[in-house]
């Protein structure tokens, strides 16, 4: 009988991981290669986005022609036609035309503001009616001197004239206007008003009522009482409490459609 080989044990391959390894890193790579294949840009469309966005901006309605070596077919210039994308397109002249439309309201409000301040000349003048813009409009503020004796929301006779003067410049325009009225903190004691809100409403209401009469259409007016609550001087001295008792008259911005429609969904 021959001898038996000793059976020898093969050495443990501490190495093997590796082809798993390679194999992942294989995949891994396979993986990238599709998803970048997948996300690859069309340049010729891409052109003809561009293209189309310059042309909206510029003022042109024709998007431009694509190129000869375009290779997109007619069917594909269809669909590119009824695309979401280019009803975007469409719609940005409508963008461009309510920015000419803003464009116009402030040269509108600037004429306004002129107009008044000749009109009103020597009360801006002596800061009686102080006339400014703000982000919501032309605020007219006019002392309440000027309007009514001490705790009255009655109109003096006198004051029938810068009301009138006023009314005059505002008749002919479309915004809304809001009346506003103000007092100081100190509170007031008579048998009429039990707290300065009545009385700011009251005042407010007043000056509405008077524009009506003097032609501005109602459904464009507007009254608030806002008592002490918006002061825009010192109420500690004198001379502040006098600045804070006033009535504003707001000659409210118009808004866009698209922007009251944001708003209305909010």
């Known amino acids: 009988m021959g001898r038996r080989r000793k059976f020898?044990?093969?050495?443990?391959?501490?190495d093997r991981w590796l082809v798993s390894y390679a194999d992942f890193i294989t995949l891994l790579f396979a993986f990238f290669v599709v998803m970048y294949g997948i996300s690859s840009v069309n340049d010729q469309k891409y052109k003809e986005l561009t293209s189309a966005l310059g042309s909206a901006f510029s003022g042109t309605d024709e998007l431009k022609s694509?190129?000869?070596?375009?290779?997109?077919?007619p069917a594909e210039n269809q669909?590119?036609?009824?695309?979401?994308?280019?009803?975007?397109?469409?719609?940005?002249?409508?963008?461009?035309?309510?920015?000419?439309?803003?464009?116009?309201?402030?040269?509108?409000?600037?004429?306004?503001i002129t107009s008044l301040n000749q009109t009103l000349g020597s009360l801006t003048s002596s800061g009686k009616i102080n006339i400014s813009k703000t982000n919501r409009g032309v605020r007219i503020d006019i002392a309440d001197g000027v309007l009514f004796q001490a705790g009255s929301s009655s109109i003096k006779t006198e004051a029938n004239a810068p009301i009138n003067d006023i009314t005059q410049v505002l008749a002919n325009q479309e915004y809304a206007i809001q009346v506003e009225g103000h007092t100081?903190?100190?509170?007031?004691?008579?048998?009429?008003?039990?707290?300065?809100?009545?009385?700011?409403?009251?005042?407010?209401?007043?000056?509405?009522?008077?524009m009506i009469d003097n032609g501005i259409a109602a459904d464009r007016l507007s009254a608030t009482g806002y008592s002490d609550t918006q002061p825009i001087a010192d109420n500690e001295t004198a001379e502040g409490r006098a600045k804070n008792r006033r009535v504003s008259i707001m000659v409210l911005y118009s808004k866009p459609e698209k922007l009251q429609k944001t708003e209305t969904q909010e």
């Open 184 to 210: 100081d903190n100190l509170p007031i004691s008579n048998m009429q008003f039990a707290s300065n809100w009545e009385l700011s409403a009251m005042r407010a209401t007043s000056v509405v009522r008077r």
């Open 8 to 14: 020898e044990e093969e050495p443990d391959n501490h």
């Open 79 to 112: 669909n590119l036609q009824s695309s979401p994308s280019h009803s975007l397109i469409n719609g940005l002249p409508l963008t461009r035309l309510e920015q000419e439309k803003y464009r116009q309201e402030q040269e509108n409000i600037s004429a306004i």
């Open 66 to 73: 694509p190129s000869k070596s375009s290779d997109i077919q």
